[in-house]
């Protein structure tokens, strides 16, 4: 048997209420809000949180498989997962590989990830679905989109749900497309892509799984449905036939937006979340094609001690302030901020050699008199004993901030950049502090610490640790 | 190691100074001339006396032939010392031991920086690591400073911006009757903490400027300083010292303190042999890059007692009619900070100030016999302090 041992999920800290994008652009303000990445995340990083959220109290040395899919990949050459594999810690002889372009790829991971470990290739298959995409400004996919990512650990013991049965069709059609050329999402003319496109293949695909397996969606506790907007969703739940009330996983376009490819993925991990034993899941994922999968939930999620899930993150937010910063966050304004400054470098072989730190965030614990420092150092400050230590991975530890300065000289994407040292136990760490409201920063407040992206400098993406106040976690 | 054997081996016998600021008419070589020729023509030498010399200077030029260049000098030895903001004190510290010792009777010690042809307004940056501690600013890290200093006093940040603005008012003050300051406009403290945030809680006049500027001091060994003038000045000690600088991430490191200017100031005392420099010193500059910075180092050179340096502030004790005075000229608030010449001119006004000869009368304290210079370099937590003390013979 096979199924999900556990599941997490992400959703950046802030939110763009959408009737600020009619404010700024006229026209007629939507609906409830959206989650917006930070302008120091991107799939990779939303992917590192989601794992970390999923993996509580899990060995990440027992995952021998990592899937990572997203439409968004920061890389497209050179492999997102070995990113996230590294920051997590996982065995050197792990599998891993990205599933992109579609829409669909995170259900098409989890089904890949099934068969791994039905096929005994695998025990423990992790996959992530992270996505952060960019609608044209003043489009209705601006409006629609939001950022988000969920994780599973997919597994044939201690499962929380065991797999049903799966069902996919492929079906080539030109609804919304992104080129290599395209850094916003395209498409062809609505009512032509929702009726033939969306509508069609979903309606197709449910009726064929469930006569194939003599299902009646009567007895579906929930369905997982994509979708691309709260108005098509409608259309979706009516030709089913479904009890939208009871039985339809609330889509959090109001909340959330529509994640991409996250989408599915993170409303089946919030059903997963309030899931009881012997409650029957049904995901419906469109894109491309169409997947459907049904699960059986084995035993209640309950509260894992630190895991935070949709429930959790959809609690913890902040509004941006107006439009604009959104703009800025997403790098959509020509700001001319640094005039004749040298453009940042980074150096390749630097981030080899201390990937250590700089992605799995290690200390070295003196072995001799016990004090821990990060970075490592090979002489302890205390003792002085030389190559005398072991690494101790700090993922996961929650601290206090002592000294902090809102700092407007700083080059930053969201000034003032603030700088910080936190103590993390008995280590101190010398940081930026992201994901912060100004005016609430204050010594002594709990923090934690997130995997950033930095800046782009040499022409790649480099990315290492910095704190955030501690998002609350709902109850 | 016997710290008292620099003490009085040397005599400064000329100092010179370039005009600091903006010096977009001059370059670096023009402001090395001005600040070289005054020196010697104070020192009552000329260029062929010269057998070394020492240059300090962090980005404007690599190695020491750039002197010889300027100044046309043939075939003496001639280094070049970078230690970031001690620069120029630590080219004077190699450049007395080379004389103590006996190697050489006449040596040249010169201090530049040109940073204001970049077309920015910060420091240039060097190699950093690609992620960490990338993009930190000087103010930002004082900021930490600062913050953290409050606290621990139980200082409220409001109230501690305001003892702060004190210590930019009175360097202001001093500036203004320094004709070579770069900034010579006199502030009150409601205009200090109306200005702009920088890094908070530190704002504008709670930094120094970035300048132009060169500095320089004509030395030669004690016994031989009467043949060229009498109101020679003798370095009684030169200490340059270092910790580990992993403060930023010592959990044992409070923010609160220097402990790396304390040793340095401690090592200087032994080596001049004072024991109370709050009663002893006759002037001190110190680095006020930040007003924090000259707070905390009231404390680090035991000025004050630790936490209480406030109270002096409040009571005046360190303004030009204080009991010890300090940044007499306005250090590097009125001056700017051109990061290698900086400590050579903090040189040349407690010399200056010792010798009676301040540029203007209104600023020249009565009977001076000893200073003391802290130049500090990096930043809190990785500092790299020099402290040297000057007397009259």
Known sequence: MVGIRSCGAYIPFF???????????GGVPGRGEKAVANFDEDSISMAVAATLDCLQGIDPSSVD???????????????????VANVLGLRRDVLTTDF??????????????????????AKNALVVVSDCRLGGMGSPFEQAFGDGAAAFLVSDSDLIATLGSEYSHTNEFTDIWRTQNDDVVRSWEDRFIYEKGYQKNVIEAVRNFAKAQDLSLKDVNKVVLSAPDARRIQGAIKALKLDIKSQVQNPLFDQVGNTGAAFAPMLLSAALEEGKKGDRILVVNYGDGCDVLLFNVNKSMGTIDGRRGIKGYLASKAYLPNYEKYLRFRNLMNLEV???RP??????PVLWRDQKWVLGFHASKCKECGRTFFPPQRICLYCQSKDNFEYVRLIGRKGTLFTFTLDFLARSDDPPEVFTRVHLDDVGIYCRMTDRIPEQIEIDMPVEMTFRKFHEGAGYPNYFWKCIPTREVAT | MNLEAIRGKVAIVGTGCSKFGENWEKSASDMIIDAVFEALEDAGMELKDIEACWLGTTTTFFTGLPLAEILKLKHIPISRVENACATAMDALRNASYGVACGVFDRVLVVGVEKLKDMGFSGLPEYWSHPVYGQGATAPGRYALCARRYFHNNDIDPDIGREILAKIAVKNHYNGSL?????????????????APLIAWPLGLFDCCGNADGAAAAVI???????SFRDDHVLLMASATVMGPGFGKEDMDYKYDEFPETAAAAKMAYEQAGIANPRTELSLAAVHDCFTIAELMEYEGLGFSEPGKAWEDVEAGSFELDGDLPVNTDGGLKAFGHPVGATGLRQCYEICRQLQGKADLPERQLKNPSIG??????????????????????
């Open chain 1, 15 to 25: 939110r763009l209420k959408r009737e600020d994008i009619a404010k700024a652009l």
């Open chain 1, 65 to 83: 498989v990592l899937y990572f899919a997203s439409t968004t990949m920061p890389y497209r050459e050179k492999q997102c997962a070995a990113i």
């Open chain 1, 100 to 121: 992109s372009s579609s829409l669909r790829v995170g259900t098409i991971a989890l089904r890949t990830a099934f068969d791994a470990v039905k096929a005994g290739s």
């Open chain 1, 338 to 340: 640094e005039r004749t």
């Open chain 1, 343 to 348: 453009p940042l470098s980074s150096f390749a």
């Open chain 2, 178 to 194: 320094a004709p070579k300051a770069f900034f010579r406009n006199r502030i009150d403290v409601e205009r200090v903490l109306k």
């Open chain 2, 220 to 226: 030669c060994r004690a016994d031989m300083a009467k």
């Open chain 2, 372 to 393: 003391l210079s802290l130049t500090q370099g990096g930043h809190p937590g990785w500092l790299i302090p020099n402290v040297s003390i000057f007397s009259l013979p």
